[in-house]
Nanobody
Framework: VQLQASGGGLVQAGGSLRLSCAAS????????MGWFRQAPGAQREYVAS????????YYADSVKGRFTISRDNAKNTMYLQMNNLKPEDTAVYYC????????????????????WGMGTQVTVSS
């Protein structure tokens, strides 16, 4: 499956954005998925992950209560709704597929993911 993130942009602190991750191919619904972000000079950071059905979701503490991950398997698309954005949320956001399709396993570790899509830039001004 090939992945492409979109929906980034420039927003003021306190604003909202919704990112999309579009997948090609017919296996999207068979994969657990995740969002990561990377700020300049920083390591890639886990944001959120979701089970194959979308029934289970997981978040980094830094975004819990502000971001919501979801998916629509009929549309081969995953989303990240980001509310109450802060300047420290500024980064390039990436989506990727988890190597283990069946259960949450070391979800915050980027090496557990593959098929990284091209990222989308999110910039939050203060």
């Amino acid at each position: 499956v090939q992945l492409q993130a979109s929906g980034g942009g420039l927003v003021q602190a306190g604003g909202s954005l919704r990112l999309s991750c579009a997948a090609s191919g017919r296996t999207f619904g068979e994969k657990r998925m995740g969002w990561f972000r990377q700020a300049p000079g920083a390591q890639r950071e886990y944001v959120a992950s979701i089970s194959r059905s979308g029934g289970s979701t997981y978040y980094a503490d830094s975004v819990k209560g502000r971001f919501t991950i979801s998916r629509d398997n009929a549309k081969n698309t995953m989303y990240l709704q980001m509310n109450n954005l802060k300047p420290e949320d500024t980064a390039v956001y990436y989506c990727a597929a988890h190597r283990n399709p069946y259960q949450a396993m070391d979800d915050a570790n980027p090496s557990m993911y593959y098929n990284w899509g091209m990222g989308t830039q999110v910039t939050v001004s203060s």
